[in-house]
C-alpha cells in the first residue's frame, strides 16, 4: 500500500495542494476569527483592557514563536525524511520535539509564575495598564503547555501530509474559546466576572482541550509517524537539524514580538488609544495572513517533498500555485481594510477618538496588503526547502532595520499619521529584496536538481 507521504509526489499539484491547504486555511481563519472575537469582549471591558492586551501581546507572541518555529522546523525535516524514505529517522524526530516542548513549557511556567508583572513593566509605566495586562499574560504563561503542544502535534502530522487533524483541533479549539468568552469575562451564568484573567483562562482550557485531542489521534491513530518512548534517547543532532529551519522561523516571529512592542513605544507618546488601535490591527491583520499561513501548512510538505525527491517541474509548479493563491488572499483583505475601516474598528469599540485613529490606521497600512501574500509564500518556501537564513534575515530587514526606525523618524515629521505610513514603505523595500534573493536561490536549485 502506497504510503500517505507519496502522494505528495505523484498527485495533481492544484487538487493536492487544496486537499491540504484548505483544512489549514479553515483551521487557522477560525483561529484568526477567535483573536478578534477574543479582543471584541475585552474591549466591551474598556478601552484601558483593550490597550492592556495589546501591551501583553507581545509576550504571547514569543510563546507562538516558540512552538511555530518548532513546528515549522519538524514539518520541514519530517517531510523531508518522508521524501528521503528515512522513516525511522522520521520518528525520532516526533519524538525529540515533543520532549522539547515539555522543556519550554516548564521553563516558562516558572517565568510566569515570578515575572510576569515585571515584564508588563518593560512596555509601560501606567499602574492600571501593568495590572490588567499582568492578569492576562500571567495565566497564560503558567498554562503555557496548553500554548505548545497544539502547535506541535499539528507540526507532525502536517509533515506526513495530514492537515485535516490539525483543522479540526484548531476549530475545537477556538469555538470552544469563544464559547467560553463571555462567560468568564463578563461572569454569564454560575461563573464569576474575571475581566481579562477570564480571557486568559478560556484561551489556556480551549487550547488544552485541543492539545489533548491531537495527542490522542497522534498517539493512538494510523499515522506513518510512530512513537516508540520506550527506547527513547535525546538525539541533539536532530533537533540541530530542526532549528536550522526551525530557528530562523522562531526568530522571524520574535522579531514580530520586538516590532510590535516597539509600535506600542513609539505609539503610546501620543496616546493610550493609539496603542488599543495597534491591538486592533494586528488582530485584524491575523484575520487576513492567517489563511495565507494556513495555505503554507499544506504548501511547505508538498515542497520539502518533492525537493528532497529531487523533482524540479512539480517544485517550481507547486511554487507558482502557491505564490499566486497567497497574493489572492492578501489583496482581498486589502479590500476589506480600505473600504470598511470604520466598521472593522466600531466591532471593538465604538469610542470617538478610537474609531478616527484607528480608521486612518488601517487604510495607510493596508496599502501593502497585495504583495505581502507573495512575501509570506516566498518566505516560506525558502523554509520548505532547509533555507531558513533568507527568511530570517528579509524579516529582519522589514520588521527591525526598516519598520521601527522608519516609525520613530516620522512620528516625529509628521505625526501619528507617519507612524502608520511606516509600514508599507517597510513592506514594498523589503519586498523588492525578497524576490531578488528568491530569484536567484530558485534558480539554482532547480538548476541544481535537473543535473
Known amino acids: 500500500m502506497e504510503s500517505k507521504s507519496k502522494r505528495l509526489g505523484t498527485d495533481s499539484i492544484l487538487s493536492l495542494m487544496i486537499k491540504l491547504s484548505i483544512p489549514s486555511i479553515i483551521g487557522m481563519s477560525i483561529q484568526a476569527l477567535y483573536n478578534v472575537v477574543d479582543s471584541i469582549y475585552i474591549g466591551r471591558l474598556s478601552k484601558e ?7 501583553a501581546f507581545p509576550i504571547q507572541m514569543i510563546l507562538i514563536a516558540i512552538a511555530v518555529g518548532t513546528g515549522i522546523g519538524a514539518t520541514s525535516l519530517i517531510s523531508r525524511l518522508l521524501g528521503e524514505m528515512k522513516e525511522k529517522k522520521a520518528d525520532n524526530v516526533a519524538e ?76 475545537v479549539g ?29 484561551t489556556v482550557i480551549s ?35 530542526v532549528y536550522r529551519v526551525g530557528l530562523p522561523a522562531m526568530i522571524m516571529q520574535l522579531l514580530g514580538s520586538f516590532m510590535i512592542a516597539g509600535a506600542n513605544k513609539i505609539v503610546a507618546s501620543f496616546n493610550q488609544t493609539a496603542i488599543a488601535v495597534v491591538g486592533i490591527y494586528f488582530r485584524l491583520q491575523s484575520f487576513v ?60 469599540n465604538d469610542d470617538p477618538e478610537l474609531i478616527k485613529i484607528g480608521v486612518n490606521a488601517l487604510k495607510i497600512i493596508s496599502i501593502a ?5 507573495l512575501s509570506i509564500v516566498g518566505s516560506a518556501t525558502f523554509q520548505a526547502v532547509g533555507k531558513g537564513l533568507p527568511s530570517l534575515i528579509i524579516s529582519f530587514l522589514r520588521q527591525i532595520v526598516l519598520l521601527l526606525p522608519l516609525m520613530y523618524i ?42
Open 174 to 202: 477556538a469555538v470552544i474559546n469563544i464559547f467560553l468568552d463571555p462567560f468568564l469575562i463578563f461572569g454569564l451564568w454560575i461563573f464569576p466576572a474575571m475581566g481579562v484573567k477570564g480571557a486568559a483562562l478560556a
Open 369 to 373: 496588503f497585495p504583495i505581502i501574500g
Open 96 to 171: 525529540n520535539v515533543i520532549f522539547v516542548t515539555i522543556f519550554y513549557s516548564i521553563i516558562v511556567f516558572f517565568i510566569g509564575l515570578f515575572f510576569s508583572d515585571e515584564l508588563i513593566k518593560i512596555f509601560t509605566s501606567n499602574i492600571e495598564l501593568i495590572n490588567l495586562g499582568k492578569d492576562y499574560i500571567q495565566i497564560i504563561m503558567i498554562g503555557s503547555i496548553a500554548m505548545f503542544l497544539p502547535i506541535i502535534a499539528n507540526s507532525i502530522l502536517r509533515g506526513e501530509g495530514n492537515t485535516f487533524i490539525p483543522m479540526i483541533s484548531l476549530i
Open 49 to 55: 483592557a483593550l490597550s492592556a492586551l495589546s501591551l
Open 410 to 451: 516620522l512620528s516625529k515629521e509628521i505625526g501619528l499619521k507617519g507612524t502608520w505610513y511606516a509600514f508599507p514603505i517597510s513592506e514594498f523595500i523589503s519586498f523588492f529584496i525578497m524576490v531578488v534573493w528568491f530569484y536567484k536561490t530558485m534558480k539554482k536549485i532547480i538548476s541544481e536538481m535537473r543535473k
Open 289 to 348: 495572513f492567517m489563511p495565507v499561513f494556513g495555505l503554507n501548512q499544506g504548501y511547505i510538505p508538498i515542497i520539502g517533498y518533492n525537493f528532497g525527491h529531487k523533482n524540479p517541474e512539480r517544485l517550481k509548479k507547486a511554487i507558482f500555485i502557491g505564490l499566486i493563491t497567497g497574493f489572492i488572499f492578501t489583496t482581498i483583505g486589502f479590500f476589506l481594510l480600505q473600504f470598511f475601516p470604520e466598521e472593522l474598528i466600531r466591532m471593538f
Open 207 to 241: 487550547r488544552f482541550i485541543s492539545g489533548i485531542l491531537v495527542l490522542i489521534v497522534l498517539f493512538y491513530g494510523k499515522n506513518q509517524i510512530k512513537f516508540d518512548f520506550k527506547n527513547f534517547n535525546i538525539d541533539f543532532d536532530i533537533i540541530k537539524e
